[in-house]
Nanobody
Framework: QVRLVDFGGGLVQPGGPLRLPCQGSGFLSDTYGIGWFRHAPGKQREFVAGISRGDVYISYADSVTGRFTISRDNAKNAVYLQMSSLKPEDTAVYYC????????????????????WGQGTQVTVSS
C-alpha cells in the first residue's frame, strides 16, 4: 500500500534554511505526483510546491517562488522540499501528498486532487 512519511521539521531562525524529506513506499518513485502543502493555525491548508508524475511539471505557490525548491530522488523514492530564506509566515505544519493521475496536464494544487497524505511535520520560524 502507498505510504508517505514526511519529516525534517523543526525550529529555525528567520532567514535560515530547512529541508523536508517525503519518503514514499508501496509505489515506484516517479509514478506518482508529489505535492507539499502547509497548514497554519487559523488558515486553510494551502499548496506550497509540487512535482508531477514523471517529473514533467513543477509548480510553486507565489509566496515561496524563488525561496523553495522541490526535487525527487528516484533511487531513494523520496521527494525533498528545500526551503531557504525562511520567514515567520512560513510557520506551519507541512504535509506531503501523492497524486495518482496517470497523465497529468499540470501539477495539482488542491487537496482534493491528492490521494495519499503524510502525517505532517511542524516547521516553526522564529528568533
Amino acid at each position: 500500500q502507498v505510504r508517505l512519511v514526511d519529516f525534517g521539521g523543526g525550529l529555525v531562525q528567520p532567514g535560515g534554511p530547512l529541508r523536508l524529506p517525503c519518503q514514499g513506499s508501496g509505489f515506484l518513485s516517479d509514478t506518482y505526483g508529489i505535492g507539499w502543502f502547509r497548514h497554519a493555525p487559523g488558515k486553510q491548508r494551502e499548496f506550497v510546491a509540487g512535482i508531477s508524475r514523471g517529473d514533467v511539471y513543477i509548480s510553486y505557490a507565489d509566496s515561496v517562488t524563488g525561496r523553495f525548491t522541490i526535487s525527487r530522488d528516484n533511487a531513494k523514492n523520496a521527494v525533498y522540499l528545500q526551503m531557504s530564506s525562511l520567514k515567520p509566515e512560513d510557520t506551519a505544519v507541512y504535509y506531503c501528498a501523492a497524486d495518482s493521475t496517470f497523465l497529468p496536464a499540470s501539477v495539482p494544487r488542491t487537496t482534493a486532487e491528492y490521494d495519499f497524505w503524510g502525517q505532517g511535520t511542524q516547521v516553526t520560524v522564529s528568533s
